[in-house]
């Protein structure tokens, strides 16, 4: 299922909030379920673009073997300067595209500012973008 372009809105995130989305260097918990049905939680990078969470996961990953788009997932951020402080969005996977050197990079920079520096030749990206539709904070 390809909902790119849906026009679907994301639920809206508290403004409070926000600063875990765009100026922390907080880790998203991405949640999903497995092909065989068991639970798996991966701490990703990411960024925040157009009301969609955006990561991105080499494609031999579980990640990256189990998301589809339409599938749904949990994400879990917590403040890094306050762990009592967090934000869950549950929501779907509303595009995979493949991914780029450069994308992987510009992650990079926000949370190591470098680029990348694990790169190897042959290794294939997806970028994965998320579109809330429930969001819950606790501060």
């Known amino acids: 299922m390809h909902l790119s372009g849906s026009g679907v809105v994301a639920a809206e995130i508290p403004s409070e909030f926000m600063d ?4 922390k260097k907080a880790l998203a918990h ?28 080499q494609t031999w990953t579980m ?44 992650l990079s920079m926000k949370y190591l500012g470098t680029p990348y520096p694990h790169k190897k030749p042959g290794q294939e990206r997806r970028i994965f973008s998320i579109r809330p539709d429930k969001v819950q904070v606790l501060a």
Do not use: C
């Open 20 to 23: 875990l989305l765009t100026e």
């Open 30 to 57: 991405v949640a999903m379920v497995t092909k065989d049905g068991a639970p798996n939680v991966t701490p990703v990078w990411f960024e925040w673009v157009d009301g969609r969470l955006r990561f991105v996961a």
């Open 63 to 106: 990640k990256a073997k189990t998301l589809r788009e339409g599938s749904r997932v949990a994400v879990a951020i917590v403040d890094p300067d306050n762990p009592y402080r967090y934000m869950q969005l549950r929501g779907i996977v509303e595009t995979i595209v493949e991914g780029t050197e450069a994308y992987v990079d510009h």
